[in-house]
């Protein structure tokens, strides 16, 4: 995989490849980041019509990739290539025992339907926090673009702090795990959308989850589809997936 001025990294939690959760959100969201192409489900979506609403419910998350924010998307700082993150990364595994996260449930954030912890787990938080401070040394500056378009979103005080220290608005004491299902949803559809995750994701949603990986996400170019690059274990030097 070729570096670029233009490609954009993140750290993200998401299950192995083969865990179930995995698998159904690849099926929900129609595409499969391990494998960076699109994804085309044969058994757990047989109605065509069914396919077709549920591609426009998710057309950003599916580019996205099934995760959890830790690091949000970044341009590499000039000097630092993705060999000295992923390095970065490796070392930064071997001192963590994995978070943890509980049971989750289908919310909704600011119109878009999302997991969350079923319980606060505070030390959620400091992990993530964590993450955002070690790492900022790769991060390059906000392009303009980039920034302004954050801007345009309602953010306070605190997060255009956030935002201009840290690239992102939501870190630490902002900061909420959640792993995107859907855009943006109507009102008038809500009920019923969130009805059909609950039937989708059903039993899955009670494991007792833990951040027991970080991966790094990378964006070839803006408008590209996010793919996984490299998983790492916390607490081993695993590494689950090699980079191509």
Known sequence: ????????????????????????????????????????????????????????????????????????????????????????????????????????????????????????????????????KEFDRFRGPLCHDEFQRRLRGPLDEIETTHLVRWGYPYVFDRFRFHMTLTDRVPVASQADVKKELNAFFGTLLCEDYSIDTLSLFVQEHPGANFVVRSQFALRTRTLLKEAV
């Open 1 to 132: 995989m070729s570096e670029s001025s233009t490609s954009r990294y993140a750290i993200y939690y998401t299950p192995a490849p083969e865990h179930a959760l995995t698998v159904a959100a690849r099926a929900w969201l129609g595409r499969d980041a391990f494998a960076g192409g699109s994804f085309t489900p044969s058994d757990e979506i047989t109605a065509s019509g069914t396919t077709l609403a549920r591609r426009a419910l998710t057309t950003a998350a599916s580019r996205y990739g099934f995760h959890a924010t830790l690091k949000a998307p970044f341009h590499l700082k000039e000097g630092y290539s993705v060999e000295e993150l992923e390095r970065a990364l490796r070392t930064f595994v071997r001192s963590w025992l994995p978070c943890p996260v509980g049971p989750l449930k289908i919310d909704l954030l600011g119109g878009f339907f999302v997991l969350v912890p079923m319980n606060p787990i505070p030390t959620l938080v400091g992990f993530a926090s964590q993450i955002v």
